[in-house]
Structure formats: C-alpha cells, structure tokens
C-alpha cells in the first residue's frame, strides 16, 4: 500500500482544514487507517484511527469534538476534518494503514505510512 496526504497548510487559529490521504493497492478497504501528527522536537502521537468499515472510530483526547476523520472506500480515500483549529495543532500531519479489523492507537502498530503533509496554525 502507497499513500499520499496532502491538503496541509497555513491557517489562523479557530479555521479548517480538510486532510486527504488517497491510497493505492488492492488492501485499503480491509485496512485500518490512523492519521498521526508530529511536531518540531515532539514524538509522533495518536491523532484518530477509523476501522475498514467505517463504523469503529477512535480520537486522541485533544482532538475530540473538533476533528473528524472518515473514509470513502470506493475512491480509496482517508480524511481528516479538522476544525476549530489550536495553534498546538501545529505539526507534520501523516497517515497510516494496517491491513488488521482492530481500530489502533499505537504507531508501532501500522505498516504503511504517507509521507506527511505540515499543517501550521497561527495565533
């Protein structure tokens, strides 16, 4: 599995962003997929994750209530709706896929991942 985030961006802080990642390989619909976030001298942490279905959906607890992530399995597409945006938002947002029916957290967990794409929020 390859895949591609984009969307990422400047944006002030209260604003929105829409991620994408479009995946490519015959596995995306029997796939968990995670986004996952880095910032400048922080460890990559747990953003939220969605089951191949759709139906299982887990958040980090600082993103609950703002973002939304979700999957369009026809175009082999994972989003992630993110609003009310906080300038501690800031950071390298990347995707990841992991051919399982679990719903995971852990980033050691996940086997393919995109190459990232920076999301800046201003104050």
């Known amino acids: 599995v390859q895949l591609q985030a984009s969307g990422g961006g400047l944006v002030q802080a209260g604003g929105s962003l829409r991620l994408s990642c479009a995946a490519s390989g015959r596995t995306f619909d029997s796939s968990t997929m995670g986004w996952f976030r880095q910032a400048p001298g922080k460890e990559r942490e747990f953003v939220a994750a969605i089951s191949w279905s759709g139906i299982d959906i887990r958040y980090a607890d600082s993103v609950k209530g703002r973002f939304t992530v979700s999957r369009d399995n026809a175009k082999n597409t994972l989003y992630l709706q993110m609003n009310s945006l906080k300038p501690e938002d800031t950071a390298i947002y990347y995707c990841?896929?992991?051919?399982?029916?679990?719903?995971?957290?852990?980033?050691?967990?996940?086997?393919?991942w995109g190459q990232g794409t920076q999301v800046t929020v201003s104050s």
């Open positions: 990841a896929a992991k051919q399982t029916i679990a719903v995971l957290t852990s980033i050691y967990s996940y086997d393919y």
